[in-house]
């Protein structure tokens, strides 16, 4: 059973350009949830999605950010206009159900020039 | 006051040694706990749940307080390969987990 997957696992963008991270769950899983750890800091949760819907985006920034988690095909974190502030690992997990364990990818790590 | 407090460390050990790390939260709502460890640049891995007063795994034993709302992490019989940061995440109840810095163990020979 293959675990969380993510890509690219790095990712370089110049100032102003757009990201695209890609994220598959585990297989079962239909819960996906999107962190940020910026360089020496903790885990920030930034947005938790079911099948086609966004359940809790309480931890994205208001612009720029967005999230999508279709029927069919990886969940997609996209960041519009890149800024260096932008530059972290970006961590996908999974769950089968909410409210339980959730298993992480090996992260996208993010550097903007 | 944060929700999660861990004592950043580094806890510094030799092999063999038995730790402890605590781990304070300020949501008394919480119900379950996971104890995650991360190695420098990697994903955090989940180490160990906790939905009652605790729960033990090999070397591992994890002790609830929720009267004094701690966590405890014990580990014995440290290992070279325990070292790394470890994560005291309670569960918020909102599906997000919310994690601290962390505490960072580092084994030596």
């Known amino acids: 059973n293959a675990g969380v997957m993510q890509n690219p696992r790095h990712l370089v963008r110049r100032r102003g350009q757009e990201a695209r991270l890609r994220c598959s769950p585990m297989k079962g899983h239909s819960h996906v949830y999107w962190y940020r750890q910026l360089p020496e800091e903790g885990l920030k949760f930034m947005v938790y999605?079911?099948?086609?819907?966004?359940?809790?985006e309480s931890g994205m920034p208001k612009e720029r950010f967005s999230a999508e988690f279709p029927k069919e095909g990886p969940s997609i974190l996209r960041i519009q206009q890149v800024v260096r502030g932008d530059s972290a690992a970006y961590f996908c997990?999974?769950?089968?159900?909410?409210?339980?364990?959730?298993?992480f990818g090996p992260g996208t790590r993010l550097t903007v020039l | 006051r944060k929700e999660v407090e861990q004592d950043p460390g580094p806890f510094n050990v030799p092999e063999g040694a038995t730790v402890a790390f605590n781990c304070t939260y300020s949501?008394?709502?919480?119900?379950?706990f996971f104890w995650y460890r991360q190695d420098c640049r990697k994903e955090p891995k989940l180490l160990m749940s906790?939905?009652?007063s605790g729960n033990e795994d090999g070397r591992f034993t994890a002790q609830l307080n929720r009267a004094s709302q701690y966590i405890s992490l014990l580990i014995r019989d440290s290992k070279l390969s325990d070292s790394a940061t470890y994560l005291c995440?309670?569960?918020?109840?909102?599906?997000?987990?919310?994690f601290g810095t962390g505490t960072r163990l580092l084994v030596s020979p």
């Open positions: 949501n008394s709502a919480s119900q379950s």
């Open positions: 997990a999974s769950s089968p159900t909410s409210g339980i364990e959730q298993f």
């Open positions: 906790v939905y009652s």
């Open positions: 999605l079911q099948k086609e819907n966004i359940i809790d």
């Open positions: 995440v309670p569960d918020t109840g909102f599906q997000k987990l919310v």
